[in-house]
């Protein structure tokens, strides 16, 4: 019974388990559901663990029991692969028009929700995948859009790029299940994180030490001397950076951000920031980068011993890295180039690693990852690479 | 369905305005004897429901407050070796100091396994352990049996208490876990459901003045950049305040005049940017 019901659940990607689906019936079998209103309320219960799902399950549920409309993973796709577009068109708008055959000056009079929707009609024009045609999206084709074609003002949607420099993510949407495979990661960075947690002695002496005690009470003659401790406390002062900026990291912000959820529970005082690609004047306390600016220099003041962890792909154009003005953003412009910030932060931490998601055998290609490899201790943000970088922050 | 089940129905408590859907969660929580797991903003009556059960039900409520440094077997049990220590030494007690099961204390794991009738363990933010802490808790939820390592020997749940777990939301918890768990999600009352629950607080409340607060409360929330805002134990609370104040009168609040933000707003800058939106934008 429900059968159906469930596998259709499972395709839109709501995580249930057989188990659960066992005990919904140990449910219907106790008498326990009466009405469709209560099977509701006990199979959402059961089968859905998070409420991130409950939304999709309302449809799937009155698809099934209703006849409502399924909810449409189409136009989700199309929302996606439309705002790769836009981000493209932010990147460089002159050849996307061209690529798209359109006038430059056309698109540039619309607003952002008006190009989303464009974009968004130009992709409808497509149904379904091609690999090899001759219409404008696809993969290894001969149209201006789609990835590995070769037409000369061709660009890229979907696929990777070694170089990390053209349009990710659209097509394949490759980078989909990182949201579900998470716990998996989480716990296992959970583990890695967990190595960070620095004891040493601090706090009051309010624990009893037992064998301690009983020594010193053997060695009283029996007279009770109880020894007390501090209990132990964690006093490990970590400072985490994140490049939560633009579409080069974003495969890589739900990994980031399994990470820095489990940092948050771990240490005495932790303090979170994000930058853009690399780091000028300020790091930003708001993931938004907009609201709580802190001046680099002012970490100068911050403990010698912090930890410094930094996460971001260190991939960007040199300029970024090297000119004097190479930030985006007018206000940054001390004069000095990020190479010089990063090397004052190095200085500043004696303890500090940068975490790179990309696979290390890929760093030889990024000249920016090179150079950053230079003055940071980096590591792959994996397991393997999180362990080794833990080991370095805590050598002496 | 037996009859034992239908006596213990949950059908809402005296102070507890019990939303349809999440008492059949309850009850099928309750017959299908697994933990109910709550998540929801905080305010919006996770704990609450717990007492609630226990009220309606009449069981004894045990609560277990979950800390960070928490570990598993201090809910389960602890083994006082100080006053052992001090009993054998001084020998003035009635312990039988070679027993050292009489030097074991239960944890609120182990009182609620080992008490006379069936009660309601409330297990309050468990997020706020680390994972261990909730792994750990996986065998004693599935056997519903703890050994003491000390005396080898295995306490056995008597009654199996109703168990109640909350959650805020910050982080998913283990997929094991929540295998074992029924699950809710409490949304934020609307101003409908809080104007009942105002009513089961306040029964001779002024109709002006639940209506003026409510609807300045929910106006309050919407302020943007709030980190903190406020919740049902909040609004609550101000009532509480307004009604006490003989100089305030409910058109006030109509007019603008918020007076005791600070019962709403319990960070310093959220109060500041309450403060300034009343003040400049004349919200109301």
């Known amino acids: 019974m429900f059968i159906d019901f469930f596998y259709k659940l499972k395709d839109v990607g709501i995580p249930v388990k057989p188990t659960a689906f066992l005990t919904l019936h140990r449910a219907l079998d106790m008498g326990l559901v009466q009405s469709l209103g209560e099977f509701y309320t006990a199979s959402r219960s059961i089968?859905?663990?998070?409420?991130?799902?409950?939304?999709?399950?309302?449809?799937?549920?009155?698809?099934?029991?209703?006849?409502?409309?399924?909810?449409?993973?189409?136009?989700?796709?199309?929302?996606?692969?439309?705002?790769?577009?836009?981000?493209?068109?932010?990147?460089?708008?002159?050849?996307?028009?061209?690529?798209?055959?359109?006038?430059?000056?056309?698109?540039?009079?619309m607003s952002p929700d008006e190009l989303i929707d464009y974009f968004k009609e130009r992709l409808k024009e497509q149904t379904g995948r091609h690999d090899g045609g001759g219409r404008?999206?696809?993969?290894?084709?001969?149209?201006?859009?789609?990835?590995?074609?070769?037409?000369?003002?061709?660009?890229?949607?979907?696929?990777?790029?070694?170089?990390?420099?053209?349009?990710?993510?659209a097509m394949d949407r490759r980078y989909r299940d990182y949201a579900l495979s998470g716990p998996l990661r989480q716990s296992m960075m959970g583990e890695a994180l967990k190595r960070l947690r620095h004891l040493v002695p601090s706090g009051p002496r309010d624990q009893v030490n037992i064998d301690e005690t009983?020594?010193?009470?053997?060695?009283?003659?029996?007279?009770?001397?109880?020894?007390?401790?501090?209990?132990?406390?964690?006093?490990?002062?970590?400072i985490l950076a994140i490049d939560n900026g633009g579409w080069s990291?974003?495969?890589?912000?739900?990994?980031?951000?399994?990470?820095?959820?489990?940092?948050?529970?771990?240490?005495?005082?932790?303090?979170?920031?994000?930058?853009?690609?690399?780091?000028?004047?300020?790091?930003?306390?708001?993931?938004?980068?907009?609201?709580?600016?802190?001046?680099?220099?002012?970490?100068?003041?911050?403990?010698?011993?912090?930890?410094?962890?930094?996460?971001?792909?260190?991939?960007?154009?040199?300029?970024?890295l090297m000119a004097t003005d190479g930030s985006i953003h007018i206000e940054e412009r001390s004069g000095q180039p990020s190479i010089e910030r990063l090397k004052f932060l190095a200085r500043t931490f004696r303890h500090a690693v940068w975490l790179n998601p990309v696979p290390q055998h890929m760093w030889g290609y990024t000249r920016t990852i090179a150079a950053i490899a230079q003055i940071f201790a980096m590591f792959e943000l994996s397991i393997d690479g999180l362990e080794k970088a833990i080991a370095h922050l805590m050598a002496r | 369905m037996t009859e034992n089940s239908s006596?213990?129905?949950?059908?809402?408590?005296?102070?507890?305005?019990?939303?349809?859907?999440?008492?059949?969660?309850?009850?099928?929580?309750?017959?299908?004897?697994?933990?109910?797991?709550?998540?929801?903003?905080?305010?919006?009556?996770?704990?609450?429901?717990?007492?609630?059960?226990?009220?309606?039900?009449?069981?004894?409520?045990?609560?277990?407050?979950?800390?960070?440094?928490?570990?598993?077997v201090e809910t389960l049990?602890?083994?006082?070796?100080?006053?052992?220590?001090?009993?054998?030494?001084?020998?003035?007690?009635?312990r039988d100091v070679s027993n050292i099961e009489e030097y074991i204390r239960m944890g609120k794991i182990g009182q609620a396994f080992t008490a006379d009738q069936r009660t309601v363990l409330l297990i309050d933010e468990i997020d706020k352990a680390?994972?261990?802490?909730?792994?750990?808790?996986?065998?004693?939820?599935?056997?519903?049996?703890?050994?003491?390592i000390e005396i080898d020997k295995t306490i056995r749940a008597r009654h199996r208490p109703v168990f109640v777990i909350t959650s805020n939301a910050k982080k998913d918890l283990s997929d094991p876990f929540l295998g074992r768990c029924n699950f809710h999600h409490i949304a934020f009352p609307d101003p409908k459901m809080m104007r009942k629950i105002v009513?089961?607080?306040?029964?001779?409340?002024?109709?002006?003045?639940?209506?003026?607060?409510?609807?300045?409360?929910?106006?309050?929330?919407?302020?943007?950049?709030?980190?903190?805002?406020?919740?049902?134990?909040?609004?609550?609370?101000?009532?509480?305040?307004?009604?006490?104040?003989?100089?305030?009168?409910?058109?006030?609040?109509?007019?603008?005049?918020?007076?005791?933000?600070?019962v709403l707003f319990k960070k310093s800058q959220d109060y500041q940017i309450a403060a300034n939106a009343v003040r400049r934008r004349r919200l109301f």
């Open chain 2, 130 to 148: 680390d994972t261990d802490f909730q792994d750990d808790m996986l065998d004693v939820l599935d056997q519903m049996a703890f050994d003491i």
């Open chain 1, 47 to 109: 089968l859905v663990k998070s409420e991130r799902y409950f939304d999709l399950f309302d449809q799937v549920f009155a698809h099934h029991f209703e006849g409502a409309e399924m909810p449409d993973g189409e136009a989700f796709e199309l929302d996606e692969m439309a705002k790769v577009m836009l981000e493209a068109w932010l990147q460089d708008p002159k050849t996307l028009a061209e690529a798209m055959g359109i006038d430059e000056n056309k698109l540039r009079r």
């Open chain 2, 199 to 262: 009513n089961v607080h306040f029964p001779q409340i002024d109709r002006q003045l639940a209506e003026n607060t409510i609807a300045a409360f929910y106006r309050l929330r919407e302020l943007e950049a709030v980190e903190k805002r406020p919740a049902t134990r909040e609004l609550l609370n101000w009532i509480r305040a307004l009604n006490a104040d003989p100089d305030f009168r409910p058109k006030d609040l109509a007019k603008g005049d918020v007076p005791y933000l600070g």
């Open chain 2, 7 to 72: 006596v213990t129905r949950f059908t809402g408590a005296a102070r507890y305005v019990l939303d349809p859907e999440l008492a059949d969660i309850v009850n099928i929580s309750m017959a299908l004897e697994m933990p109910l797991l709550l998540k929801g903003e905080p305010g919006t009556g996770k704990t609450m429901l717990a007492h609630a059960i226990a009220e309606n039900l009449q069981m004894p409520l045990i609560v277990l407050n979950v800390k960070s440094s928490m570990k598993l």
């Open chain 1, 214 to 238: 009983l020594y010193q009470t053997m060695k009283n003659g029996g007279e009770i001397e109880i020894v007390f401790e501090r209990s132990l406390k964690d006093r490990l002062n970590v």
């Open chain 1, 136 to 169: 404008w999206i696809g993969t290894g084709g001969t149209s201006p859009v789609g990835h590995s074609g070769y037409h000369p003002g061709g660009m890229r949607v979907g696929g990777v790029s070694r170089n990390r420099s053209a349009l990710k993510v």
């Open chain 1, 249 to 320: 990291m974003e495969p890589y912000i739900p990994v980031v951000q399994t990470l820095f959820n489990h940092a948050r529970s771990q240490f005495k005082v932790l303090e979170t920031y994000f930058f853009h690609n690399t780091i000028y004047d300020y790091l930003w306390g708001d993931a938004a980068r907009y609201k709580k600016p802190k001046r680099i220099d002012e970490l100068a003041a911050a403990d010698p011993a912090t930890r410094l962890i930094l996460v971001g792909d260190a991939s960007m154009a040199p300029y970024e």
């Open chain 2, 77 to 94: 049990y602890q083994y006082d070796t100080l006053t052992r220590l001090n009993d054998s030494r001084f020998g003035d007690s009635k």
